[in-house]
């Protein structure tokens, strides 16, 4: 216990002089970082337009309300492909996700040294790379439309949906391959009996999962051009019709928070 | 004499017991993807000429050009990097108090539906959303970008935050309570030691997320790398988007790598 004498009595302390010397320094570490980056990042930045911020705020406030209900006729369309946008691509995801999670799980994998790091590289580039990343890729590869779209949020969710299905894999009880395994039973049937209904709940619960936070992304995927809800929003805010823009945003809103309670009750009831 | 049964044993149904459920659900289910499938329409014709630019794209992932573009990149890369730092740390220092101020056994009824509203908030809005609106306000460039990652930031770590303080032992807090200790010294000696370890390792991860954000905001005029990614894909230069795709992959990764590494130490 770090004991220090003050006038000959000895009080507590917290820490050793050393401990709070060293932490001292972490800290100052910490804050030069951080001066040096903020001046570095506001090297280029105009103050003039920040200080003119708040007034920009209010304009744009004042332009956004109210909202332009009548839109919503004209969103509905949109909104029916963002849905499907999000919906397939999840599938599309878990499609290539399942071979690559059971690769990449250190007890299925056929061999640690070559195809373990292939697939665990596939995940991670999956997960480094955004959605709206690979949507803009995709628009100017195969052209604007919902096919980018799904794709986009497809290969964004392979590394997701196949990193937390690996780590399921591994977390399996062994006891039950060896039981089915003593069976006489072949590899694939070792996988179809003893792990997959090991890991099916938590991948039931992954899926919805994904699905969720797809239906969120793919709002905004139309933003380059990849169809969906988020055209309608890049239309408005190039003609700067900010009714609509907000009008738009009531709907987005709505869609996650709706998609969220869905999914939270999805994996209530499965878990 | 042996009798064969004529029993076969089958699986049982995974998750719906009831036949006439899971037979209309499982078919509600294929009927909406066929439905869904049919909606899209695919221009077969620019998907084939696409093909050629798409093969163009994978050699210049395999052949990535690092330096005809190099002075856009490294800024890109300078905006995006210190754009991440800064937003997390500023992130961090916003979110622990509404982090408090959110979690039940610390803050009084009033201070909590105001910090959770302010976290609802935050979490609703997409950082791209976010993006466009700060852009708009404070003009093109990384501090917008800044802004925007701070702003998503409060969300993000001040719910895991103000979960993680309500999930405490209340014993050591009562037991710091019975000391006499004040309010602040209830945060500093009973809460802080419990919670430090879990702030230092979401900082991290979500130092992380800042910086695979920082990425995406670009395309809307935030500043980073995102900006120059999108410029490279404009102008078709497949094999300079390809450099900058692997170098957010192996910043992702060291990222990912170091975190992780930090965290099994704090723990």
């Known amino acids: 216990m770090p004991v220090a004498t003050i006038d000959g009595a000895p009080v507590w302390r917290h820490r050793t002089s050393r401990q709070s010397l060293l932490i001292w320094f972490g800290w100052l570490c910490l804050v030069a970082l951080f001066v040096f980056c903020w001046q570095v990042m506001t090297r280029d930045t105009i103050w003039a337009f920040v200080e003119d911020a708040p007034r920009q705020a209010a304009d744009i406030g004042s332009r956004m309300f109210p909202p332009r209900w009548s839109y919503i006729e004209r969103l509905l369309l949109p909104l029916w492909d963002t849905l499907n946008i999000a919906t397939l691509g999840t599938v599309l995801g878990i499609i290539i996700a399942v071979p690559i999670a059971f690769l990449a799980a250190r007890n299925t994998t ?14 991670v580039a999956s997960r480094s790379i955004n959605s709206l990343i690979w949507a803009l890729l995709l628009v100017s ?44 039973a072949s590899g694939a049937q070792v996988i179809d009996y003893a792990i997959v209904p090991q890991v099916l709940p938590a991948f039931f619960g992954i899926a919805v999962f994904r699905w969720d936070i797809n239906i969120r992304e793919s709002t905004i995927l139309g933003l380059v051009g990849a169809g969906g809800i988020g055209l309608q929003l890049q239309a408005s805010l190039n003609v700067l019709a900010w009714p609509q823009v907000t009008m738009i945003f009531v709907v987005i809103l ?17 878990i | 004499m042996t009798t064969t049964t004529p029993r ?3 699986r049982p149904p ?9 037979i209309a659900i499982y078919g509600g289910l294929v009927l909406y993807l066929i439905a869904a499938m049919a909606s899209i329409e695919v221009d077969w014709v620019r998907v084939y000429t696409g093909l050629e ?7 210049g992932f395999l052949q990535p050009d690092f330096t005809s573009r190099w002075s856009d990149i490294s800024q890109g890369l300078v905006e995006s990097l210190t754009m991440t730092v800064t937003s997390t740390v500023v992130g961090v220092i916003i979110s622990i108090p509404i982090g408090i101020g959110a979690a039940r056994n610390l803050a009084p009824l009033p201070v909590y539906a105001v910090c959770r509203a302010i976290i609802a908030l935050s979490r609703a809005l997409q950082e791209i959303i976010i993006a466009i609106l700060f852009v708009a306000m404070f003009g093109f460039g990384p501090f917008a970008g800044f802004l925007t990652l701070s702003f998503a930031t409060i969300g993000f770590l001040a719910k895991l935050l103000a979960e993680d303080i309500e999930d405490i032992d209340a014993r050591q807090v009562e ?8 309010w602040w010294q209830l945060v500093n000696y009973g809460v802080q030691p419990q919670v430090m370890p879990r702030l230092i390792g979401l900082s991290l991860y979500r130092l992380d997320i800042n910086f695979r954000e920082s990425a995406v905001i670009g395309i809307v005029g935030a500043g980073g790398i995102g900006a120059t990614l999108n410029t490279a894909i404009d102008r078709y230069e497949f094999d300079s988007a390809g450099a900058i795709l692997l170098i957010i992959i192996a910043i992702v990764m060291v990222a990912e790598y170091g975190s992780s590494t930090v965290r099994k130490w704090v723990q």
């Open chain 1, 110 to 123: 056929p061999s640690t040294l070559i195809v373990r790091p292939i697939a665990l590289f596939i995940i």
């Open chain 1, 141 to 184: 590869i195969i052209g604007p439309g919902v096919l980018a779209g799904v794709i986009a949020i497809g290969l964004r969710s392979i590394g997701f949906v196949a990193k937390l299905l690996y780590e399921a894999i591994e977390e399996i009880d062994e006891k039950q391959v060896e039981a089915v395994r003593s069976t006489g």
């Open chain 1, 254 to 270: 709505a869609t996650v928070v709706i998609s969220e309670w869905v999914s939270a009750k999805v994996r209530h009831a499965i």
């Open chain 2, 8 to 10: 076969v044993w089958r």
């Open chain 2, 14 to 22: 995974i998750l719906i017991q009831d036949k006439r459920w899971r």
């Open chain 2, 53 to 59: 630019r798409g093969w163009r794209f994978v050699q």
């Open chain 2, 175 to 182: 037991a710091v309570r019975a000391t006499g200790a004040s």
